[in-house]
């Protein structure tokens, strides 16, 4: 009498991992992928089919045919975890998906810079050691009026480094409206403490006057901090002092004034009808004696801290020893010369640069755009889709008061539940990030790129319902 087949012994039928790689499909394989990630693909194949005959949702073992098209699915598969993904949601500097993103012209000029060797620090005119701020600092200055210029690896790190080498041991004086917490946790109060600076509270939450800074100069105040609100404002019964107001009366009685914008633009926003937020240009021009922002938000460059200002500070600054410990890399500093060499021309600018694309596009262009990706979602019967207007946002902290008129299309489908439709646009292997509104998908066109649409177009056409 025959013997019953059991799982165990079913088990032992499956192909050995000797036998696979000896296989001349996984030399095909080898010669398109690493062998690490062929023979980890294979290893997974085999475990799964493994458990499956064990735990009876396979009964039979698969063919090596049937191994091989599951290992090339595995393979097709993007190893990296750090991806691109698709912004569908209309905040256009999205701290969780990478705040700015960079122009394809700003990308490939990396090319030419990092596959040899640079002249980070050398000076080729005078063939000696140079400074790699320079790269920057001409053009950063000549942008904003600064006497000077220092890039760091981030605005965070900026601010540290202007209170630790100009405040240390110093009264601080900062309104207590301005004494916010952005990200990670990271407070104004605490970085002021760690970079040394004696923390020196003037006025409230909602009202800080001119008298309150006045009274502060008094009690010993040498440096004032004034500090962008991040993600939230204050409005009603409030008010604020001026930078100008501010500037004249700490300049005249010996102190620094400090401003950390978080974030700014290196143009004049009005020149494309957007009425939100100032140039950096203007807050010198008021008065600030350093001012700090990041690179990566409305400048639109790569993740960097900006730090400009008066000449002798700067010098101070650049001589403290903690700065080798946050200084910027060649990657960063190719990328954000690039960015800004565009500024030259603020048309040009908004042309090459994404982040200003975003912000300064007309809302017309928006619509014309959600129609056309409406027409492509459609191609797929199983969704219905309709045009809609959105609120977009800055995102990053940037400008939290500010709504941007958008366009978008929300669409849905009487076979499938939002929640999985976005869990599978989620699960993509390029991510398509979108937002929900009344239990609709819905995606902004603001924040797409036209090749995000074909993206979007290839996952209707494959995506099973």
């Known amino acids: 009498m025959k013997k019953k087949e059991t799982a165990n012994s079913r088990a032992r039928n499956i192909p050995k991992m000797d036998v696979l790689l000896a296989d001349e499909r996984c030399d095909l394989l080898l010669k398109k992928h690493p062998a690490f990630f062929v023979k980890d693909a294979l290893r997974k194949a085999v475990s799964e089919i493994r458990e499956g005959i064990l735990d009876g949702s396979l009964s039979v073992v698969p063919q090596k045919d049937a191994i091989f098209e599951k290992v090339s699915s595995m393979l097709a598969k993007s190893p990296f975890t750090l991806k691109r993904v698709v912004n569908a949601t209309g905040v256009i500097l999205h701290t969780n998906l990478g705040r700015a993103p960079l122009g394809k012209d700003i990308i490939d000029h990396l090319e030419g810079n990092m596959e040899?060797?640079?002249?980070?620090?050398?000076?080729?005119?005078?063939?000696?050691?140079?400074?790699?701020?320079?790269?920057?600092?001409?053009?950063?200055?000549?942008?904003?009026?600064?006497?000077?210029?220092?890039?760091?690896?981030?605005?965070?790190?900026?601010?540290?480094?202007?209170?630790?080498?100009?405040?240390?041991?110093?009264?601080?004086?900062?309104?207590?409206?301005?004494?916010?917490?952005?990200?990670?946790?990271?407070r104004i109060p605490d970085?002021?403490?760690?970079?040394?600076?004696?923390?020196?509270?003037?006025?409230?939450?909602n009202k800080t006057r001119m008298e309150d800074f006045e009274k502060s100069l008094d009690d010993g105040a040498e440096i004032f901090l004034k500090v962008h609100r991040s993600n939230f404002s204050i409005?009603?019964?409030?008010?604020?002092?001026?930078?100008?107001?501010?500037?004249?009366?700490?300049?005249?009685?010996?102190?620094?004034?400090?401003?950390?914008?978080?974030?700014?633009?290196?143009?004049?926003?009005?020149?494309?009808?957007?009425?939100?937020?100032?140039?950096?240009?203007?807050?010198?021009?008021?008065?600030?004696?350093?001012?700090?922002?990041?690179?990566?938000?409305?400048?639109?460059?790569?993740?960097?801290?900006?730090?400009?200002?008066?000449?002798d500070l700067l010098e101070k600054i650049k001589k403290n020893q903690?700065?080798?410990?946050?200084?910027?890399?060649?990657?960063?500093?190719?990328?954000?010369?690039?960015?800004?060499?565009?500024?030259?021309?603020?048309?040009?600018?908004?042309?090459?640069?994404?982040?200003?694309?975003?912000?300064?596009?007309?809302?017309?262009?928006?619509r014309e755009r959600a129609e056309k990706l409406s027409e492509i979602i459609k191609k797929n019967k199983d969704y219905e889709t309709r045009l809609i207007k959105l609120k977009d946002e800055a995102g990053g902290g940037s400008l939290p008061e500010v709504i941007l008129d958008g366009w978008g299309v929300s669409l849905s489908s009487k076979r499938l539940k939002t929640k999985d439709l976005e869990e599978g646009l989620r699960k993509n292997d390029v991510p398509i990030i979108s937002r929900i509104i009344d239990d609709k998908t819905v995606f902004s066109t603001r924040t797409l790129f036209e090749s995000d649409m074909d993206i979007i177009g290839e996952f209707f056409n494959t995506f099973k319902v």
């Open 116 to 186: 040899s060797y640079s002249n980070l620090e050398y000076d080729s005119e005078r063939g000696k050691r140079g400074s790699r701020y320079d790269h920057v600092s001409k053009i950063l200055c000549d942008l904003t009026g600064a006497e000077d210029a220092l890039v760091v690896n981030n605005n965070a790190a900026a601010v540290f480094i202007v209170l630790n080498t100009l405040a240390k041991e110093k009264k601080v004086s900062i309104s207590r409206g301005e004494l916010v917490e952005i990200g990670g946790s990271f």
């Open 191 to 205: 970085i002021m403490k760690e970079a040394g600076a004696i923390l020196c509270e003037v006025g409230t939450t």
């Open 235 to 311: 409005k009603g019964f409030s008010e604020d002092a001026s930078l100008k107001d501010m500037a004249y009366l700490i300049h005249s009685n010996g102190g620094i004034l400090i401003e950390d914008l978080g974030a700014g633009f290196l143009l004049n926003p009005s020149l494309f009808g957007f009425h939100h937020g100032e140039s950096v240009k203007k807050h010198l021009e008021e008065g600030a004696d350093i001012v700090c922002f990041s690179g990566d938000k409305l400048t639109g460059g790569p993740q960097a801290g900006i730090i400009l200002g008066k000449k």
């Open 322 to 366: 903690l700065l080798r410990i946050i200084r910027t890399d060649k990657i960063s500093l190719a990328l954000l010369e690039k960015t800004l060499i565009y500024y030259k021309d603020p048309y040009l600018a908004k042309e090459k640069i994404p982040v200003l694309r975003m912000f300064f596009s007309d809302e017309g262009k928006l």
